[in-house]
Each structure stands twice: as structure tokens, then as C-alpha cells.
């Protein structure tokens, strides 16, 4: 997220979006490509009650995938605004609800605290500083119309898309979006999730930092105080990310994420063997070493991110 990127251009105004954002939306998730079995299983379903013929079928499978990638970019993007809101709150003194605090808390819930990863991205080019709160503002506040601008042509297009359709239903839609939820949750969301949790625990550490020095401690407490602050704050991330690691290890085991649903399964080379006994030995092949591959690389991961809590 340290770059911007133009995504769009409306009228006389150039709206951008971070291009992490922009990265996601233009990516297909395997989920939902056409060779991915559970998907096209799904259509087969949602489509056999309302169409009669072959040809009929193929064509709406087509449109529905487009559909269905509509709906996944909405989701993607109301997941993102999920994150900036939790940005804003933070930085106008909303992130803290104290009927919702269990904990005592030592220090006023209405602080308003940038979190780092804002900050650094905002201020970073930034040789004034003085104004550093109403630019992290109109940075955040940028961002969600940005975000509020791309949501809304996605959801004409979807509208579009779905008026065409004939014999579309609310509880076609509901179908599609159960399925890329379920994916969803286990990917994305999930790491949207974490970077929520981590604002929340850096928020807690700068506003007791605050509260310390409002204290008067002399240079050495200031310099001690920072220094286990960040310290915590580097152990609560690798511990994030570890969590993060093991549950996006355990998506990629799902029998949804198999090596028969993903795209390599169906390489142009090995299909092209007319002989089905030397194509099926290959494949066999293929799979177990992609398999393979697979384990090592998720323990290697594993080993980096234990290394590092």
C-alpha cells in the first residue's frame, strides 16, 4: 500500500485508490475462473432449473461468471471500506465504543491517533508537517470516496448485467454470493481482518504512550517507553501474521483449492497427447510434483514465520 495509482477517471476529476485496491479487483481469483470445478458446479446448478438447451447453457454460464466476478469486486471493495473506515475512526477519535470495553481503560477513548500505516504512506513526501492531522484526514477521506465511486459503478454494471439475464433471481444472486463469501472469508477477508486487529492494538499503545508522557518523564523513560512499545508492537504483528499464514495455508487445503480444481491441472501440453495411458502417467506426475512443491513451500513459510515471533 505505499504507492498510488490512477483507477479511473470521471468527468473532470482523476480518482485514485491505493494500488493494492486496484491489484485485487484486476486479479480473477481462481475460485472463479471457468476450469475451477466447484464453480462450474455451482452454475450447472443455479442454470439447470431455468435453461432447456446445451447451447443456452454454455452462453448464460459465460454471463453468469461475469456476474458472479461483478459481485466478487463489490465484495472486494466493501471489504477495503471496511479497513478505511477503521482508519478514519481511529484518526477522529471514533475507534474506541467504551459500552463495547470490557477492559478498563486508562486513558480518554476519544483520542484521535493516525495509525502508522497511514501516516507513513501520508507523510512520507510531506516536508510540512504542521497540518499533519487534516492531511491524514483528506488522504482517508479520499481514499472511501474513491472507494464509494468505484463501488457504484460496479453495482450499475452488476444491475446492467442482471436486468439482461432472463430468469435471473435474488436467489441466484444469493447463491453466488454464499460461494464467494465462503472463499472470501478464507482469503482476503481474513487479512483485512488482522490489519483491523493490529489498528486496534496500535492505537491502545500509542494512547498509553500519550497518557506516560503526560506524565513528565525525563529523556530516558521517553526513549525506554518507545523503545517497548515498538518492541510490542513488532511481536503482536509477526504474531498476526503467523495466525494469518496458518489460516490462508489451511484455505489453500480445501478440497475447493485441490490440485484437480486449480488451472494447472489442465496444461495445454499434456491434454494435447492423444495417447490417454502416456497423458494420464504425465498428469499423475504433474500432480505429485506440484503437490509436493506445495508442502514444501507452506513449510518454508511456516519455519520463516515461527522464526520471526
Not at 87 to 113: F, N
Request: proline letters at 2%; a neutral charge; one cysteine or more.
Amino acid at each position: 500500500m505505499s504507492q498510488l495509482s490512477t483507477s479511473a477517471t470521471h468527468e473532470k476529476n482523476s480518482i485514485k485508490i491505493m494500488k493494492e485496491v486496484k491489484g485485487q479487483l484486476e486479479i480473477i481469483p481462481n475460485y472463479l475462473t471457468k476450469q475451477n470445478i466447484s464453480f462450474k458446479e455451482l452454475m450447472h446448478q443455479v442454470l439447470s432449473s431455468i435453461i432447456t438447451t446445451t447451447e443456452k447453457l454454455n452462453n448464460n454460464m459465460d454471463e453468469l461468471r461475469k456476474i458472479a466476478i461483478l459481485l466478487y469486486k463489490i465484495m472486494v471493495i466493501q471489504t477495503y471500506q471496511y479497513l478505511w473506515k477503521t482508519y478514519l475512526k481511529s484518526g477522529t477519535g471514533q475507534l474506541i465504543v467504551p459500552s463495547e470495553t470490557k477492559q478498563k481503560l486508562s486513558y480518554p477513548t476519544t483520542l484521535s491517533i493516525w495509525p502508522k500505516e497511514i501516516k507513513t504512506i501520508v507523510l512520507s513526501n510531506k516536508k510540512d508537517k504542521t497540518n499533519e492531522n487534516e492531511i491524514c484526514l483528506k488522504f482517508v477521506n479520499d481514499q472511501l470516496n474513491a472507494l464509494q465511486h468505484q463501488l457504484k459503478q460496479y453495482q450499475q454494471e452488476l444491475n446492467i448485467k442482471a436486468n439482461n439475464f432472463q430468469g435471473y433471481t435474488i436467489s441466484i444472486q444469493e447463491k453466488l454470493m454464499t460461494y464467494i463469501e465462503e472463499n472470501l472469508n478464507s482469503s482476503l477477508s481474513k487479512k483485512i481482518d488482522h490489519q483491523v486487529e493490529l489498528i486496534h492494538y496500535d492505537y491502545h499503545i500509542q494512547a498509553l504512550k500519550l497518557e506516560y508522557f503526560q506524565h513528565k518523564p525525563n529523556e530516558y523513560q521517553k526513549q525506554l517507553m518507545i523503545q517497548i512499545c515498538q518492541s510490542n508492537y513488532e511481536q503482536e504483528t509477526s504474531e498476526q501474521e503467523y495466525e494469518l499464514l496458518k489460516q490462508k495455508i489451511a484455505y489453500y487445503n480445501l478440497p475447493s483449492q485441490s490440485f484437480e480444481c486449480s488451472t494447472i491441472s489442465h496444461h495445454p501440453l499434456i491434454d494435447s497427447i492423444q495417447n490417454l495411458t502416456v497423458q494420464e502417467a504425465l498428469k499423475k506426475q504433474f500432480k505429485e510434483v506440484a503437490i509436493q512443491s506445495r508442502i514444501t513451500l507452506f513449510n518454508m513459510y511456516l519455519k520463516s514465520a515461527e522464526d520471526q515471533r
